[in-house]
């Protein structure tokens, strides 16, 4: 007799999303509540001053790829993402599976960037236009272009999902491979050595490629958003 459940445990990657979402969340808004009480003649100090300059520097990098209208539409969503990749890709720092580590996961990221790259096409271009670029700039070519612009228009958001998931994997097989070389190579890692390895390690695939994986996610979604909205 089969056995009926009404819910499954949650895998390992979806309580690790869920405690990142939750921990971000509470933090973001911890620190707009305190930047409110800010005097705005005394200069920031501390944690503060950090997050104000975190913050001032994506919108100087970002903005110069979008106009001023486009970014202040789209800024918002583009800051909370790349912090949630860099914070997500991470938490195996403290013992967590990396959210992304999970394929369903990742491709959730397929779902929003799809949905804000046509937010972002229904806000700054007609249907006309959007119609019009899909069929191509010549007639009698459309029945080819057509199917092939619309592929397009879904393989560019999955690649970004699935490129997210497939980069992190990566990362852990070329650690457990650099590791198992070592082990191999000189016995035992042991003493010293042995923990200058693990940091090593975790500091180059955990720390570095998360961050990159993050900008690199960032500079994707702002140019798709951008020549989304071009007409």
Known sequence: MN???????????????????????????????KIKKLDPKKTPKGFLFGCIMLVDTFNNFVSEYMEKDKFKFFGPYLFTITI??????TISLVGLTPPLSNLAVALAFTVITFIVIKI????????????????GPVVFMSPIMLPINLIGEVSTPFTMGLRLFVNLLSG?????????ILTFSLGILQGLFG????????VVFDIFFGLIQAFVF????????SLATDS
């Not at 949630?84 to 890709?89: I, Q």
């Open 172 to 180: 852990v097989v070329i650690a457990t491979m650099v590791y198992s």
């Open 3 to 33: 056995d009926f459940t009404l819910f499954e445990p949650l895998s390992s990657a979806a309580r690790s999303t869920i405690i990142v979402f939750v921990l971000l969340s509470v933090l973001l808004i911890v620190i707009g509540m």
């Open 195 to 202: 923990i200058f390895a693990g940091v090593f390690l975790h």
């Open 120 to 135: 972002a096409e229904f806000k700054y271009i007609s249907l006309k236009t959007k119609a019009k670029n899909l069929m």
């Open 218 to 225: 960032l500079m994707l979604s702002t140019i798709n958003i």
């Open 84 to 89: 949630f990749l860099a914070t997500a890709n």
